[in-house]
């Protein structure tokens, strides 16, 4: 059983137009994240939810927009996509943000790697 | 500001070395400390975290230790394998906030 996944893990696309990774999770979390990793391997934060509220947003253009229509589910959507958007992009997710072992550890999914041209 | 560095950026070491590989980190006001494993073109997997009160953790072949107060972490691997082979990045989680700060990562090879 796939803990976090993500949809879809390649993504090829045009500048300008608009797209959506989706992901989820089956490990019953209240917190769920996304992050950029970019060409160097740099990997940032983007966004987080707990219990569908969002509570860390990140310095993110806002044609990223997250949504979280359940615990279980974050997706995320670009809209007018540009080439320095091409990355890879994780969804990861964790128990809870209470700040101990078991709450804080992290799952990542598999990774989306968007190529914008 | 927070920042978080590995150093060697990447490190080659013949099968059956133990290895320690290095995380230092500008603000010792942080909850926790993990480190994660990732292999190319996988995701994060995490290793070990290490609470801001404990000195050291352990699994397996793996020990990591922190030090706060000088802001270094080590992750120690014991008899390394051809399948330790991966990137490792430690990440820290300021203290008052919900997000982790990732470190640069060391790309190690185990040769065989």
């Known amino acids: 059983d796939t803990a976090v996944s993500q949809t879809p893990k390649y993504l090829v696309t045009q500048m300008g137009n608009d797209k959506s990774i989706k992901c989820e999770q089956n490990?019953?979390?209240?917190?769920m994240y996304w992050y950029k990793q970019d060409s160097k391997k740099f990997l940032k934060i983007m966004f987080s939810?707990?219990?569908?509220?969002?509570?860390i947003n990140e310095t993110v253009p806002n044609r990223f927009s997250p949504k979280s229509p359940d615990k279980a589910h974050l997706n995320l959507h670009i809209n007018s996509l540009e080439l320095g958007d091409s990355a890879v992009y994780f969804c990861a997710s964790s128990q809870d943000v209470a700040g101990g072992p078991t709450t804080d550890t992290q799952y990542f999914g598999p990774g989306t790697r968007l190529t914008v041209l | 500001k927070q920042e978080v560095t590995q150093i060697p950026a990447a490190l080659s070491v013949p099968e059956g070395e133990n290895l320690v590989l290095n995380c230092s980190f500008t603000d010792s006001a942080i909850y926790n400390l993990q480190w994660f494993r990732q292999d190319p073109g996988k995701g994060l997997t995490s290793l070990l975290l290490?609470?801001?009160?404990?000195r050291e953790q352990t699994s397996g072949r793996l020990n990591a230790s922190l030090d706060k107060s000088s802001g270094r972490s080590t992750l120690y691997i014991a008899a390394s394998q051809p399948g330790d082979s991966a990137t490792y990045l430690c990440?820290?989680?300021?203290?008052?906030?919900?997000?982790?700060?990732f470190g640069t990562g060391t790309r190690l090879k185990v040769l065989a």
């Open positions: 290490i609470q801001s009160s404990q």
């Open positions: 490990l019953g979390h209240d917190t």
């Open positions: 990440a820290v989680k300021p203290s008052g906030t919900y997000k982790y700060i």
């Open positions: 939810y707990n219990n569908k509220e969002l509570i």
